[in-house]
């Protein structure tokens, strides 16, 4: 089946320390890669994606390059803000027949302090 | 343009009872997805629908069943509530069935089984 790992939380960091959360999948198929952010009380927003191998997605500073052959999708920015503090969740869509749903990881809590 | 509205925003049940949560999807989409997220947990995806049909689901019980409406709004229904049924409830529009690029999150309506 298809699941996601992501690097146990929470991270904190001080403002403008470099970021990296770590995500790595198992899919059947090949997939897409997406990274969401949910800031508290709110829903879901699409950070950036990469669908193919070496594609890196890029948004607001955040960047993640799609690496089959380590079966990975790192998340980095680097210098974080206090605004960045949230929650990250790395995710994948197979394509083909099942590729209407997104298959998410536990999700890390990022936290920086000013 | 709206987004994706949820309602309501929390709800507190007894188990053994049905629940019914809402969902209007952002205008000019016709297809709306539900998730599942427990606490400390990423979302884990129910089912979609589009156009009115149900287009996959994901390994949840048949108590828990959708409607989606001509206007594109849906329900999500949950009988017989179980502790464990607990969770932030999220749904999610977009404007084609199988595009998951386009996906917008409402807030999400945070369920509470006592």
């Known amino acids: 089946g298809n699941s996601v790992t992501q690097m146990e939380g929470p991270v904190t960091l001080s403002e403008e320390a470099f970021l990296t959360i770590n995500c790595t999948y198992t899919?059947?198929?090949?997939?897409?890669l997406f990274w969401y952010v949910q800031y508290p009380g709110e829903g879901l927003q699409l950070l950036l994606k990469a669908t193919k191998a070496d594609d890196k997605g890029s948004n607001k500073g955040f960047e993640a390059t799609y690496r089959k052959e380590t079966t990975s999708f790192h998340l980095e920015k680097g210098s974080v803000q206090v605004s960045d503090s949230a929650v990250y969740f790395c995710?994948?869509?197979?394509?083909?027949?099942?590729?209407?749903?997104?298959?998410f990881g536990k999700g890390t809590l990022l936290t920086v302090n000013p | 343009e709206t987004g994706v509205t949820q309602s309501p925003t929390h709800l507190i049940k007894t188990r053994g009872q049905q629940v019914t949560l809402r969902c209007s999807s952002q205008s000019g989409h016709n297809t709306v997805s539900w998730y599942q997220q427990a606490l400390g947990q990423g979302p884990q995806f129910i089912f979609q629908?589009?156009?009115?049909?149900?287009?996959g689901r994901g390994n949840f019980p048949p108590r828990f069943s959708g409607l989606q409406f001509p206007n594109y709004s849906s329900e999500l229904n949950v009988n017989a509530l179980e502790l464990d049924d607990s969770a932030l409830y999220l749904c999610?529009?977009?404007?084609?069935?199988?595009?998951?690029?386009?996906?917008?999150f409402g807030s999400g309506t945070r369920l509470t089984v006592v």
């Open positions: 629908y589009y156009r009115e049909e149900e287009n």
């Open positions: 999610a529009s977009s404007s084609s069935g199988r595009n998951l690029y386009g996906y917008t």
């Open positions: 995710a994948l869509s197979v394509s083909g027949g099942s590729n209407y749903k997104l298959t």
């Open positions: 899919a059947t198929g090949y997939p897409s």
